[in-house]
Nanobody, 121 residues
Framework: QVQLVESGGGLVQAGGSLRLSCAAS????????MGWFRQAPGKEREFVGA??????YYADSVKGRFTISGDNAKNTVYLQMNSLKPEDTAVYYC????????????????WGQGTQVTVSS
């Protein structure tokens, strides 16, 4: 069994920063690709970025503002969010897949419960 638990969401002003964490049970995160997704009300779930070891990739909408990192000893991945915009408001999810590169939510087999990020103007 695998459990993923996100934390770190909250309310932040536009231009501010927030760091999300995803703690994973089981095998270390470097054995899998860990992805970040977000979903705003009325919208499809959207790929944000993913990490597998030193391989990290991002959606164009967040590139240059968001940074993904991992702590293998803690089985934890992070999403550092800088220069936040109101359009970043969404529930943010972490997820796991065995695929090396995957941007489709359907490719991920385990999901966290999500954490709300709200960016005010």
């Amino acid at each position: 069994q695998v459990q993923l638990v996100e934390s770190g969401g909250g309310l932040v002003q536009a231009g501010g920063s927030l760091r999300l964490s995803c703690a994973a049970s089981g095998r270390t995160f470097s054995s899998y690709t860990m992805g970040w997704f977000r979903q705003a009300p009325g919208k499809e779930r959207e790929f944000v970025g993913a990490i597998r070891g030193v391989y990290i990739y991002y959606a164009d909408s967040v590139k240059g503002r968001f940074t993904i990192s991992g702590d293998n000893a803690k089985n934890t991945v992070y999403l550092q969010m800088n220069s936040l915009k109101p359009e970043d408001t969404a529930v943010y999810y972490c997820a796991r897949t065995t695929y090396v590169r995957a941007v489709d939510p359907g490719s991920y087999d385990y999901w966290g419960q999500g954490t709300q990020v709200t960016v005010s103007s």
